[in-house]
């Protein structure tokens, strides 16, 4: 892990989940491997391990940084910009 400046630019408390799954592979009729939430809008992706990639996909298309694990028990985040742990 190391610091990551993209962090205090961050909501405060962290957005809501806009979803309890990755809508867009629901939509497609794909079921995703595990689930990333965006902690700048609070939209629920699925990871890169899943066939369609929502949640790097979101980052390439609004710039959002940070994303956390939105499993159970997880509370890691992921920078794409600093392609890290933060």
């Known amino acids: 892990m190391k610091d990551c400046p993209h962090l ?3 909501p405060e408390p962290e957005p809501e ?3 309890e ?3 867009e ?3 497609v009729g794909s079921h995703p491997v595990q689930l990333r939430k965006c902690l700048v ?3 629920v992706s699925c990871c890169d391990s899943s066939p369609y990639r929502h949640a790097t996909a ?3 298309e609004t710039g959002h940084a940070v ?3 939105f499993e159970p ?3 890691w985040r992921w920078c794409y910009v600093d392609n890290s742990l933060v």
Do not use: N, W
């Open 8 to 10: 205090p630019g961050l």
């Open 17 to 19: 989940a806009l979803s």
């Open 67 to 69: 994303m956390r694990s």
């Open 25 to 27: 592979c629901l939509a």
């Open 58 to 60: 979101h980052f390439d």
């Open 73 to 75: 028990g997880e509370e």
């Open 41 to 43: 809008c609070g939209r």
């Open 21 to 23: 799954t990755c809508l």
